[in-house]
Every structure is written in C-alpha cells, then in structure tokens.
Nanobody, 115 residues
Framework: QVQLVESGGGLVQPGGSLRLSCAAS????????MKWYRQAPGKERELVAS???????NYADSVKGRFTISRDNAKNTMYLQMNSLKPEDTAVYYC?????????WGQGTQVTVSS
C-alpha cells in the first residue's frame, strides 16, 4: 500500500514563507513525476509545479520566481518552498506522484495567506 502524506501548511501573513513536504511510503520501486496542485474555494484544481524523475521542473506562471519545487529521492519526499506568499495563494495544496506506474494523491494541506 503506497501513501502520500503532506505536511507544512498553515496560516501565514502576506509576504511570508511556508515549506510543504510530501512523503511517500509503502512498497515503492520507482517514483516518476511528482507534482503539486492547489484548489481554492470555488475554483478548479490547478497545477502549481512539477518535477520529473530527471529533475525537469515546470511552474505555473502565477508562482514563477516565488515557489521552488524539489525532491529528495533517498527520502521519497518532495518539497515546495513558497516565498513572498500572496492572499491569492490561499488554497488546499495536494501532492501527486506516479509511483510504480500508478497515480497517487495526498490528502491535502491548507495554506491560508492573510493578515
């Protein structure tokens, strides 16, 4: 049984920073692409950032220059460093990973940017 568990969400003031983590556990042979999505109230889920097994990285235009995605393959963990946070970054953040050729999702972690 493979699981993804996110952590690191919370309440932060505009301009602040948060670091999200997504840890994969279980019978893991290979992790391919890993991605962060977010869903704000009343909006569709959107792709925030992705990182391939070869460390090819892509960002949504709305977060370029502010967010940094990374992964530690030894720990089966992905990170999202979020700086210069804005109120419009408020959302539930979900991690996704293709593990052993199957798609898995985390349970989501709330990020709220407010003064």
């Amino acid at each position: 049984q493979v699981q993804l568990v996110e952590s690191g969400g919370g309440l932060v003031q505009p301009g602040g920073s948060l670091r999200l983590s997504c840890a994969a556990s279980g019978s893991i042979y290979r992790i391919n692409a890993m991605k962060w999505y977010r869903q704000a109230p009343g909006k569709e889920r959107e792709l925030v950032a992705s990182i391939s097994s070869g460390d090819r990285i892509n960002y949504a235009d709305s977060v370029k220059g502010r967010f940094t995605i990374s992964r530690d393959n030894a720990k089966n963990t992905m990170y999202l460093q979020m700086n210069s946070l804005k109120p419009e970054d408020t959302a539930v953040y979900y991690c996704y990973a293709n593990i052993n050729l199957y798609d898995y999702w985390g349970q989501g972690t709330q990020v709220t940017v407010s003064s």
